[in-house]
């Protein structure tokens, strides 16, 4: 089942508990939380506390992406915030599979998330152990910014997920929309990370539907 998950980096930040309850009005079931400490991305974002404050108010999946240095020393913290999902970068780890198995441990789903520039090759010997990939769709750190046709890297990974672990998700981040949604399905992704095309729009429920429709 494809998933829209809306990205609260393009929320607006003065009425949070609002827009998230407007979003699972509208349909989505998953929730995107996009952790950035202006180390491994130029701009900062927020930390466990905002997502645990936003938890009690929300019954949607909450998938938080740390795009963030050293993540192992906040995993912990993040799982306890309430997370679903703790995503980290490849390019941020030197011992991913420990990453990955800290992750596991907190009782929480696993997800590595990869550059639009980093190679498949990074998880020939993790994605046994992940419940979901990650691919970037543009340079990690801001919103709004223009897709990166990575539809031949998405094919290839789901090519290697059937074969190794189909169970894997994959989700994509960065320029979706009713036009891109369709080509990174029709590649192979199930999760789709939808910010100013959700967020950006005044009706979040049409803007949910329109990117469902046009799948």
């Known amino acids: 089942m494809i998933q829209i998950a809306p990205s609260l980096l393009s ?10 309850a407007e979003i ?17 991305v130029p ?20 998938d938080v992406h740390l795009m963030i240095e050293n993540p192992d020393q906040y995993i912990a913290d993040f799982a306890a915030s ?6 980290v970068h490849a ?10 198995q800290n992750i596991k441990a907190q009782g929480v789903k696993a997800g ?15 994605l046994p152990e992940v419940d979901m990939v990650l691919l970037m769709s543009v340079n990690p750190g801001f919103g709004g910014q223009k897709f990166i046709d990575i539809t031949e890297k998405i094919a290839a ?3 290697l997920c059937l074969k190794i672990n189909p169970a894997v998700r994959i989700e994509i981040d960065g320029g979706i929309d009713p036009v891109t949604a369709p080509r990174v399905v029709q590649a192979g992704a199930d999760v789709l990370v939808a910010g100013s095309a959700v967020f ?16």
């Not at 049409?206 to 429709?213: G, L, T």
Request: hydrophobic share 45%; glycine share 8%; aromatic share 8%.
């Open 11 to 20: 929320a607006d930040f003065s009425r949070l508990q609002e827009e998230v």
């Open 24 to 40: 699972e009005q509208g349909g989505a079931q998953w929730l995107h939380l996009d952790v950035m400490d202006g180390h491994f």
């Open 43 to 62: 701009n900062i974002t927020f930390g466990p506390g905002l997502i645990k404050a936003l938890r009690p108010h929300s019954r949607l999946f909450f």
């Open 82 to 87: 309430g997370a679903d999902m703790i995503t």
């Open 91 to 100: 390019e941020a780890l030197r011992h991913l599979h420990r990453s990955i």
């Open 112 to 126: 590595v998330a990869l550059n639009p520039a980093t190679s498949l090759s990074v998880l020939d010997y993790i």
């Open 157 to 159: 990974l789901k090519a």
């Open 200 to 215: 950006g729009k005044p009706d979040r429920a049409a803007a949910i539907a329109a990117i469902m429709n046009s799948l």
